[in-house]
């Protein structure tokens, strides 16, 4: 069992910025690649932003590339999720994800390929 806790979700202003964080316990965090995911209200959950289990691999759904930076750290069992020039349509509950290193990176955006969930963040971007 992998337990995943995020935390750095707030209220802020359209244009700022967060930093959401994915603490990581229970197996080794470097094992796993892992994911983001966001659900705003009455919308299915959708693919954020995807890093392989080193690090050396990130990719970026098209609404978020170039403001969103997945990054982690192994040895802190913890990812991130650095967002800027935040948007309203940025406005969701924040989910990480992982799944099992060496399992197929072209199905990173796949929800389903995830083996382990976070309860959820609040991002609420105002305009």
């Known amino acids: 069992q992998v337990q995943l806790v995020e935390s750095g979700g707030g209220l802020v202003q359209a244009g700022g910025s967060l930093r959401l964080s994915c603490a990581a316990s229970?197996?080794?965090?470097?094992?796993?690649?892992m994911g983001w995911f966001r659900q705003a209200p009455g919308k299915e959950r959708e693919f954020v932003s995807g890093?392989?289990?080193?690090?050396?691999?990130?990719y970026y759904a098209d609404s978020v590339k170039g403001r969103f930076t997945i990054s982690r750290d192994n040895a802190k069992n913890t990812g991130y999720l650095q967002m800027n020039s935040l948007k309203f349509e940025d406005t969701a509950v924040y989910y990480c994800a992982v799944r099992l290193a060496g399992s197929s990176w072209s199905l990173v955006t796949v929800e389903g390929q995830y083996d382990y969930w976070g309860q959820g963040t609040q991002v609420t971007v105002s305009s």
């Open positions: 229970g197996r080794p965090f470097r094992n796993y690649a």
């Open positions: 890093i392989s289990s080193s690090g050396a691999l990130t």
